[in-house]
C-alpha cells in the first residue's frame, strides 16, 4: 500500500502544517488536563479489578469461576488502557508520578512498564515504517510482501495463511505480553529494570499462588487459559483497527510529521461505547498527532482534524470497526502472497 496525498491547497504563511493544527487544538483548550475524569476512571477500574478478584474467591471451586476469568480479561484490558494513557503522561504532566502510576497499572497486569514505553515511543516516533517501528517487526508474521520474501522459520511457515490465523494467534497476545516483558529485563539500556524484574515476578507468583490455592488444579488451568487468551484477544482487538493495513513507510521515506502520523493510521467510528471499550483508540489520528492529549478529548479533536486534514488535502481514513478488521486481514493476505506464490512453484517443481 504506498502512501499518497490529494492536490493541496497552498498552505498560508506562519509555521508548519502541524504548527497551525496545534494552535488550534490549544486554542480549543483539548489539550487541558481532565484530572476529575481520570480520578472516576482510576477508580471504577480499580474497584472492577478488585470485584473480580474478590467474585473469583467467593464463587470458588466451580465451573462458574471461567466466567471470572472472562470477567477480568476484560478489566485487565483496561488496566493496560489506563497504563497506556499515563505512559503518555495524559493523566500528569510531571514524568515522576507518570512512571509510578504506570508501574502500578503495569504490575497489575503483569507487563513490564519499561518495555512497554520503550517499544511504544518507538511506534510513535516512526509508526508503521519497516525496521523502525516495533510493531510491524517480521517477529511472527509478516506485514510486506518484501518481509515475505525473506522470512525463514516461523513467520515463513504462518505467513502463507496469517489472515485466517491473525485472531487465533491473539489468544496468545496475553503470554506474549509476559514473556516480552521477562526477555527485556536482560537488555542493560532498559532502565529500572530490577524494579520491572521484581514487579513482573511478582505478578506472576502471586496470580499463580491464588489459582491453584483457590481452585483445583485442573480447574486453575482452565481459568489461566480462559483468562489469558481472552485478555490476549482483547489487547489484540484494541490495537489491530489502528494502523494494520494502511501504508508501511521503508528506507528514507520520512513525510512531515503531520502526514507521518496522519496517513498510517486510522479512525474507527463508534459511540460513546467504543470510546470505552477502546479506550479512545479508536481516534488514533488524534492520538498520534496528540499523544498527550486526554482520551475524552480525542472525540471534540476530530472535527478539527478531519476539517484541516481536508483543508490540506491530506488523506483522512476512517471506517467502521468490522470494517477496519476486514482490511487488516486483506492487507496480512497480500502480505504472504510471496509466500503462498514460492510454495506452489515449489510443488509444480
Request: hydrophobic fraction near 45%; charge should be positive; charged fraction near 15%.
Amino acid at each position: 500500500m504506498t502512501m499518497h496525498t490529494a492536490p493541496r491547497r497552498p498552505p498560508p504563511v506562519g509555521g508548519s502544517d502541524f504548527a497551525r493544527l496545534s494552535k488550534k487544538i490549544t486554542d480549543a483548550g483539548l489539550m487541558n488536563r481532565r484530572p476529575g475524569y481520570y480520578t472516576v476512571r482510576s477508580i471504577a477500574v480499580a474497584v472492577a479489578y478488585a470485584g473480580g478478584w474478590s467474585a473469583f474467591v467467593l464463587v470458588g471451586a466451580g465451573w462458574w469461576t471461567l466466567a471470572v476469568a472472562a470477567f477480568l480479561a476484560l478489566i485487565f484490558g483496561q488496566v493496560a488502557l489506563l497504563a497506556h494513557d499515563v505512559a503518555h503522561r495524559q493523566v500528569f504532566r510531571r514524568r515522576r508520578p507518570s512512571e509510578t502510576s504506570g508501574r502500578i497499572a503495569g504490575a497489575a497486569i503483569g507487563m513490564g512498564y519499561g518495555w512497554w514505553q520503550d517499544k511504544h515511543t518507538r511506534h510513535h516516533a516512526n509508526p508503521n515504517h519497516e525496521g523502525r517501528d516495533p510493531d510491524i517487526a517480521p517477529d511472527l508474521l509478516v506485514w510486506s510482501q518484501g518481509q515475505a520474501r525473506v522470512a525463514t522459520g516461523l513467520p515463513r511457515l504462518i505467513g502463507r495463511w496469517q489472515a485466517f490465523l491473525f485472531f487465533p494467534l491473539l489468544l496468545l497476545e496475553g503470554v506474549n505480553v509476559h514473556v516480552s516483558s521477562a526477555r527485556a529485563l536482560g537488555n542493560r539500556a532498559l532502565k529500572n529494570r530490577t524494579l520491572d524484574g521484581l514487579l513482573l515476578y511478582g505478578h506472576i507468583a502471586a496470580y499463580l499462588a491464588a489459582l491453584f490455592l483457590v481452585l483445583p488444579a485442573g480447574m486453575a488451568i482452565a481459568f489461566l487459559a480462559v483468562h489469558q487468551c481472552l485478555f490476549g484477544l482483547y489487547l489484540g482487538c484494541l490495537f489491530a483497527p489502528n494502523h494494520k493495513g494502511m501504508p508501511i513507510l521503508t528506507g528514507d521515506d520520512r513525510p512531515d510529521f503531520l502526514r507521518r502520523q496522519v496517513l498510517t493510521a486510522r479512525n474507527v467510528r463508534g459511540s460513546w461505547f467504543t470510546d470505552l471499550a477502546l479506550g479512545g483508540l479508536n481516534h488514533q489520528i488524534e492520538h498520534h498527532l496528540f499523544p498527550s492529549m486526554p482520551s475524552p478529548h480525542l472525540r471534540k479533536a476530530r472535527p478539527i482534524v478531519r476539517r484541516y486534514c481536508q483543508d490540506l488535502g491530506v488523506d483522512y481514513l476512517e471506517t467502521g470497526l468490522i470494517a477496519s478488521y476486514r482490511q487488516a486481514l486483506a492487507s496480512l493476505h497480500r502480505a504472504g502472497a510471496p509466500l503462498r506464490r514460492a510454495r506452489v512453484s515449489t510443488a509444480r517443481a
